[in-house]
């Protein structure tokens, strides 16, 4: 679609304001009109922006607001189309639409959430079976009980034992500890909650014992048994993989063929990560690109075998449907997470293209693939996999084209396969850079090492031995296939683990603002999405959004929801327990939001606290007196003297500037407070009053 707007692409004619106000007007739709064509890969973040702007409330909207916006941005999207003035339209309709689409998306997951921890015996429909390094994880549908009164729509549990034998659709009988989808560790921290609702998992705890088949009540609908089918066969590979291949190789090979990532030992897991290789476990661009591509060269490459094939037929067509139908089956049976369905809907566009005779990778098919996922998804745009994915493959497209525009010679085989992979690695990595801090608080060094050596195995040994023994596995003839297959993952895992341990490999960082990681994306937008020197103030965002991240203040104490678990920073700028941490989940997180890499043990105590049988108090610092009381008979003391008291014990006292006392610390799902001045924000404040919130925190 063209959005170019006659009035702007004449804005150089009469009747234009003169002056220096007057030029600036003139160049600026000077370098509009010259980049009409890249206008529309705006919108999909406009459609992304709408819907941030729906995730920022502080409320929840009504859903007769949601509604009206959503009608609002059809009409918007309408006179786009048949108006004049094309291009401010359209981007309103996008912000409107993501704003429509993502509480319309809100409307049609909503469950109830669990208010408070609880103990119940309840049934349920098996939705899908996920191994794990010990036992399964189960989700639950049509869930019925009596031991609380609006049940969650689904509900998410772990079972330790007996597992073994379930299948999705069956329905079991079980004893659960319940309670609701956790909340972030610290305001700013990401919402597991949220996620949950999204899937409209309501609450999530672990299993007594074991699960017990009950009679099915009544028949699933087509698409639940459609799905069901899906999971089982899902399940079945997966098993079949991991008896094959025991331990972290089966657990590997399963992540690249069926997306279950469950049984890979933290040892492995951490040590591709460390060296730039996390990609490899999550199916994506990678994997489908070699899947993808690699049907569609073979195919192409066997038909042209023939002369009368090639010579009267569209082979290269056939080829591009052929990866087609093979694409979308490894979609399905990967699981269809948010960076595969991304991969799928590029590669996709990509052969469409090829069908229709058309440029196969572009920015556009980037753009469409991004409008796709957010109008079907909307809640993706907060998801680390979607974020990550589409940046990184924005860049690369970027790259790809300003090469196409700067030929620099030509290159043997070898060199444009090696320069490949180290262009896609270090563009990759810095494209994803702010993600990976914002999200995970760490950054690797030598991902282009890492890839350099790594790919080639994964290229050329690992993925086609996958392909190859998921063709084989209906006929059982998988079995020497996976061994290769596991040979092939034990060298990609020993050659993660010595890149992972060369000095320097990993850096840890203090958590990004939200607002940095914003000014980031909105300045790497506009270098992606412009061409020429037209591109270049997209580094005023980036340099803003290093600066905001910067200068970002840290919590001087984190208090965690049983009052008893308290960290405060030192002299020395680093975070310190008072005593040993009850919730080391939390204490953890908080570890590594504030770039430390110390172990809990290590972080335990400072020289300003002193502590005895009945709670600790620590004087001398920013905070002024800080009271930890333990025990009733400590709180009048502390009450007199503290500045900040904080106690898993209910208390009534005025004497302290800020209390925050066992029910409090409940209520606001953990707290965040800075000494100069003396603020305190909690979660449940930070999270606002939404529908993932449950009721009794609102």
């Known amino acids: 679609m063209d959005f170019a707007s006659p009035r702007l692409a004449k804005a150089s004619g009469k009747g234009q304001p003169s002056g220096t106000l007057g030029d600036f007007q003139r160049k600026l739709a000077q370098m509009a009109a010259a980049e009409r064509d890249r206008w529309p890969l705006w919108l999909p973040v406009g459609l992304g922006t709408g819907a941030g702007l729906y995730f920022a409330l502080p409320d929840e909207p009504g859903a007769a607001a949601g509604l009206a916006v959503l009608a609002v941005g059809l009409v918007a999207a309408l006179l786009a189309i048949t108006g004049r003035q094309r291009a401010p339209l359209a981007l309103m309709a996008a912000l409107l639409l993501g704003f429509g689409l993502a509480k319309a998306r809100e409307m049609a997951v909503a469950t109830p959430v669990l208010a408070r921890p609880v103990i119940a015996h309840l049934t349920g429909r098996i939705d899908s079976v996920e191994p794990r390094e010990r036992g399964v994880r189960l989700v639950l549908s049509d869930v019925r009980s009596g031991a609380f009164g609006d049940v969650p729509r689904r509900v998410r549990v772990a079972l330790a034992v007996g597992g073994e034998g379930l299948r999705a659709g069956q329905r079991v009988s079980l004893t659960a500890s319940l309670a609701p989808p956790p909340p972030p560790v610290e305001p700013g921290a990401a919402d597991f909650g949220r996620a949950a609702f999204f899937q409209s998992i309501g609450a999530a705890g672990f299993v007594y014992g074991r699960a017990h088949a009950v009679p099915v009540l009544d028949e699933a609908g087509p698409s639940q048994r459609l799905a069901q089918a899906i999971d089982n066969l899902r399940a079945r590979m997966t098993a079949r993989i991991r008896a094959a291949l025991p331990g972290s190789r089966g657990a590997i090979a399963a992540a690249l063929i069926t997306g279950e990532r469950g049984g890979i030992s933290d040892e492995d897991e951490t040590a591709l990560r460390d060296a730039g290789l996390a990609h490899v476990l999550a199916i994506a661009g990678l994997h489908m690109a070699l899947v993808g591509g690699g049907l569609f060269w073979l195919v192409r490459a066997l038909l042209a075998a023939f002369p009368g094939l090639a010579l009267n037929y569209p082979i290269k067509k056939w080829a591009a449907g052929a990866a087609l139908v093979a694409s979308l089956f490894y979609l399905v049976i990967s699981g269809a997470a948010t960076p595969a369905l991304r991969a799928f809907v590029m590669l996709a566009v990509a052969l469409t293209a090829v069908l229709l005779d058309r440029p196969a990778l572009t920015m556009r098919g980037v753009a469409l693939a991004a409008a796709m996922l957010l109008m079907w998804r909307p809640e993706a745009i907060t998801e680390p996999g979607f974020q990550m994915s589409f940046a990184a493959v924005a860049a690369l497209v970027a790259v790809a084209e300003w090469g196409a525009a700067h030929p620099k010679g030509r290159y043997g085989v070898f060199w444009r396969y090696l320069r490949g992979i180290a262009v896609t690695a270090l563009v990759g990595s810095l494209a994803t850079l702010p993600f990976a801090l914002f999200h995970f608080g760490r950054t690797t060094h030598y991902a282009v090492l890492g890839n350099l050596i790594a790919m080639p195995v994964m290229g050329f040994w690992v993925m086609p031995a996958a392909a ?87 919590p001087d104490m984190l208090v965690a929801p049983d009052g008893r678990t308290v960290a405060i920073r030192g002299g020395d700028g680093l975070l310190h327990f008072a005593q040993p941490p009850k919730d080391r989940f939390d204490a953890r997180e908080w570890l590594r939001r504030d770039g430390d890499a110390r172990m809990l043990e290590e972080a ?12 600790c108090v620590v004087r001398g610092g920013r905070g002024g007196v800080i009271a930890l009381s333990r025990r009733p008979e400590a709180l009048g003391d502390d009450c007199a003297m503290a500045r900040i008291l904080v106690t898993a014990l209910p208390v009534n006292c005025r004497g302290p500037a800020l209390v925050i006392d066992g029910p409090a610390a409940q209520a606001g799902e953990g707290w965040a407070i800075s000494f100069t001045p003396l603020s305190v924000t909690s979660v449940r404040q930070d999270r606002g009053r939404r529908p993932w919130v449950p009721r009794s925190q609102q």
Do not use: K
């Open 468 to 554: 190859l023994s998921v063709i084989l596995m209906p006929l059982g003839w998988d079995g020497p296939v996976l061994a290769l297959l596991g040979e092939g993952i034990a060298v990609m895992l020993a050659l993660g683990g010595w890149v992972a341990h060369l000095p320097g490999a990993v850096s840890l960082a203090p958590a990004m603002p939200l607002s940095a990681l914003l000014a980031i994306s909105g300045g790497g937008l506009w270098l992606v999405i412009w061409r020429g020197a037209r591109r270049w103030p997209g580094l005023l965002g980036l340099a803003g959004g290093v600066v905001l991240a910067m200068a970002a203040p840290r």
């Open 604 to 615: 335990a105590g400072m020289t300003s606290l002193r502590c005895d049988g009945v709670g």
